[in-house]
C-alpha cells in the first residue's frame, strides 16, 4: 500500500500579515490559487473563534474560487458547525482552540471531549463533509476517534519537529516512533491518516516514508520560506521533498 502523498497548503498566515495592517493585501486566495497552480492537492484554512488571521468571508471566497478541496479547520462549536454547513467545504479537521481541549502534546484531547465531539462528527458527516480529528499519535486518543466514528486523524507533529529542529534527538526519536506506531494503529481501525504542524522540508520528506499517511497539511514553513523563494518555488521544493520520501518507501 503506498497511496500518492497529497499536500494541503495553509494560507492562515497569508491572512496573519494581511491582518497586521488591515485591508486586503496579501490576500490568501490568490495565495491558495498560486499553491494549487505550483503543484499542491488542497487548501487548509482555520476560522479561529477570535478571526485573528483567517476571516468569514475568506472561507466563503475559498470556497467559490479555489478548485481543489477546501479542507476547513474549525473548533467543534456550535457557531463554526453552522458555518462549515452553509459552507459545505470538502473536509473539517476538528481542532483545539482553549487549552482545556488540549492534550499535553497539542491535539484535540478525543477521550475527554467524547461527548462535545460526537453531535459535531454526526452533524458534518450527515451533511456529507468528510470529518478528521487533529490529535496526538497516543493509542487512546486513536481508539477514540475510531469509536467516535471520525473517517479521518490528522496526526499532530508539532513534538516531533520541536524536538528535531531543537536537536533533542532522544526525544525526536521517541516521537518518530510514536507516530510511526500511531499511523500503523489507525490504519489498522480503518481510519485514513493524515500528518501535520511544524513541518519543513525535512520532516515532511521522512514522514513521506510512512505508506498510511495519506496527506500533510503544511502552512507557518511554507509561508515563511515564500518570503526568500516565492511561494510558488516553495510549494514545488516541497512537493519534490515530500515526494523523494514517498519513493523511499519503495526501497524499504
Ligand atoms: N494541521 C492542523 C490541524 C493545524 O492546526 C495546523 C496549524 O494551523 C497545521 C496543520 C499546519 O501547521 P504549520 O502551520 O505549523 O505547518
Redesign the pocket.
Known amino acids: 500500500m503506498s497511496h500518492r502523498l497529497r499536500l494541503g497548503v ?1 494560507v ?2 497569508v491572512a496573519t500579515i494581511r491582518n497586521a495592517r488591515g485591508g486586503r493585501h496579501p490576500d490568501p486566495v490568490r495565495a491558495a490559487k498560486l499553491a494549487i497552480a505550483a503543484g499542491c492537492d488542497g487548501i ?1 484554512a ?1 476560522l479561529r473563534e477570535d478571526r485573528r488571521h483567517i476571516r468569514d468571508d475568506d472561507i466563503a471566497r475559498l470556497k467559490a474560487e479555489i478548485d481543489k478541496p477546501l479542507n476547513f ?1 474549525m473548533a467543534a462549536t456550535e457557531e463554526m458547525t453552522a458555518i462549515a454547513l452553509t459552507t459545505k467545504p470538502h473536509a473539517v ?1 476538528l ?1 483545539p482552540e482553549k487549552r482545556t481541549e488540549r492534550t499535553t502534546e497539542g491535539g484535540l484531547d478525543a477521550v475527554k471531549q467524547r461527548a462535545q465531539l460526537k453531535p459535531v462528527i454526526h452533524t458534518l458527516k450527515h451533511a456529507g463533509i468528510r470529518v478528521s480529528l ?1 490529535i496526538a499519535a497516543q493509542p487512546a486518543q486513536i481508539e477514540a476517534a475510531a469509536e467516535l466514528g471520525a473517517p479521518v486523524i ?1 496526526i ?1 507533529t ?1 513534538s516531533w519537529c520541536d524536538a528535531l529542529s531543537e536537536g533533542r534527538t532522544t526525544e525526536a526519536e521517541a516521537e518518530w516512533q510514536l507516530i510511526r506506531a500511531g499511523a500503523l494503529l489507525a490504519h489498522g481501525f480503518g481510519l485514513e491518516v493524515h500528518a ?4 519543513d522540508y525535512a520532516s515532511a520528506e521522512s514522514i513521506a516514508a510512512l505508506p498510511q499517511i495519506v496527506e500533510l ?6 509561508i515563511g520560506e515564500a518570503v526568500f523563494e516565492g511561494l510558488t518555488e516553495t510549494v514545488k521544493f516541497m512537493r519534490a521533498a515530500m515526494d523523494r520520501g514517498r519513493a523511499n518507501i519503495k526501497k524499504s
Open positions: 495553509n492562515d498566515h487548509t482555520h479547520e479537521c481542532v487533529f490528522e499532530h508539532g501535520g504542524h511544524g513541518l497539511n503544511i502552512g507557518h514553513f511554507l
